[in-house]
Each structure stands twice: as structure tokens, then as C-alpha cells.
T-cell receptor, first 113, second 110 residues
Framework: DAGVIQSPRHEVTEMGQEVTLRCKPI?????LFWYRQTMMRGLELLIY????????DSGMPEDRFSAKMPNASFSTLKIQPSEPRDSAVYFC???????????FGPGTRLLVL | GQSLEQPSEVTAVEGAIVQINCTYQ??????LSWYQQHDGGAPTFLSY????GLEETGRFSSFLSRSDSYGYLLLQELQMKDSASYFC???????????FGSGTRLQVQP
């Protein structure tokens, strides 16, 4: 299995630009999570989906952030407009059913100048 | 809510045993998980304690005591490749997402 795939791996953009992060979960997994990691706030949940339906988006910072999962094999996290404080590593993870293990992708390192 | 506390850094030598503690204040959770993250890498699952007691997986063991609001990860026969950050995490009731501790950076010295 290829594991969770994320793209791009690195993104450098300027403040005000739109940023789109992409994730392909492990085939067959029914849960998909978006986490963000920073030195100040650690690893925190942004949003998660079950069977393509958003379940909990309480971690989404503000209206500038949006996430979609149009099908079981693809999800996007969009930031519009981006700000320097959005600079972080964004991880996508997936899991199966009642299993406790979450499988993380390699992350997208975002730098907003 | 959930609050998990871990030491920020731990240093040990190759071949030694190290224990990384995780104390928590939470209204309830399903179990305690541990993840390892190397610099520049992604978190990877190490172990899970759904019940009180010790779980062993090779050189790694994890322990949970709900009555003491405490858990730990035990790493034996330390190797240089064990140098990484280790995170404890809980899954609150009715929620599939994890709440992570702040992480413990382990440095293994020769």
C-alpha cells in the first residue's frame, strides 16, 4: 500500500494568495483527518471526515479555511487568503472503522511570506 | 476538555532504558495512544492502551492507569534511531480525532 499521499510536500506563497493542500487516504479507510503542527500550538486537529462527510470542524481557525472530501479517495484543505501565521506543517491522516491507529501522510510544509 | 502533559526533553544513552510520562486531565477518553515522530517526518503509531495495564511491543512498552490519570512509554535497549519526538494522545468520547500532548523530544547519545 502506498500509504497516505499528500501534495505538495512544500509550498511557499505570499500573503493573500490562495493555497490548496491535497490528500489521498489509504484505500478503504473511512476516516480522514487534517491536523496542523506548529512549534507554538503543537499538533492540533483542524477537521475530520467520516465516509466523506465532515463530522467535526471545530478546529478550523476561521472562515479563511475550508475543507472538502468529494469522494473516498481525495480531500482538499484550502486557505484563502493565506496569512503568515498559517505557516505550519499540515498533516492528513486516515483510519479504518473502529481501529485506533491513525496513519499520517508525509505532510505539507507551508510557508506564507 | 483534554489536557495532556509530557516532559519537553529527555536524554539517555544507547542501550539504556527510558520512560516518558504522560499525565492527563480529561473528562473521559477511550484509551491512550503513543506516536513517534522523527525530525522532518510524520507521526507514526507506536502503541495503544485501551485498558489499564502494560502493553508490550518489542522494545517498546506502554502503560496506563486511569485511576492515577497517568501513562508512560517505556523504551528499552535504546538505539540511536530512537532519537525522535514522542507524543501521547487520547480520543475523547464520541470523537474519532486525537488530542495530542505537547510531545517529548528524546535524544539518545552514544
Amino acid at each position: 500500500d502506498a500509504g497516505v499521499i499528500q501534495s505538495p510536500r512544500h509550498e511557499v506563497t505570499e500573503m493573500g494568495q490562495e493555497v490548496t493542500l491535497r490528500c489521498k487516504p489509504i484505500s478503504g479507510h473511512d476516516y480522514l483527518f487534517w491536523y496542523r503542527q506548529t512549534m507554538m500550538r503543537g499538533l492540533e486537529l483542524l477537521i475530520y471526515f467520516n465516509n466523506n462527510v465532515p463530522i467535526d470542524d471545530s478546529g478550523m481557525p476561521e472562515d479563511r479555511f475550508s475543507a472538502k472530501m468529494p469522494n473516498a479517495s481525495f480531500s482538499t484543505l484550502k486557505i484563502q487568503p493565506s496569512e503568515p501565521r498559517d505557516s505550519a506543517v499540515y498533516f492528513c491522516a486516515s483510519s479504518l472503522g473502529q481501529g485506533e491507529t491513525q496513519y499520517f501522510g508525509p505532510g505539507t510544509r507551508l510557508l506564507v511570506l | 476538555g483534554q489536557s495532556l502533559e509530557q516532559p519537553s526533553e529527555v536524554t539517555a544513552v544507547e542501550g539504556a532504558i527510558v520512560q516518558i510520562n504522560c499525565t492527563y486531565q480529561t473528562s473521559g477518553f477511550y484509551g491512550l495512544s503513543w506516536y513517534q515522530q522523527h525530525d522532518g517526518g510524520a507521526p507514526t503509531f507506536l502503541s495503544y492502551n485501551g485498558l489499564d495495564g502494560l502493553e508490550e511491543t518489542g522494545r517498546f512498552s506502554s502503560f496506563l492507569s486511569r485511576s492515577d490519570s497517568y501513562g508512560y512509554l517505556l523504551l528499552q535497549e535504546l538505539q540511536m534511531k530512537d532519537s525522535a519526538s514522542y507524543f501521547c494522545a487520547v480520543r475523547p468520547p464520541g470523537r474519532r480525532a486525537l488530542t495530542f500532548g505537547s510531545g517529548t523530544r528524546l535524544q539518545v547519545q552514544p
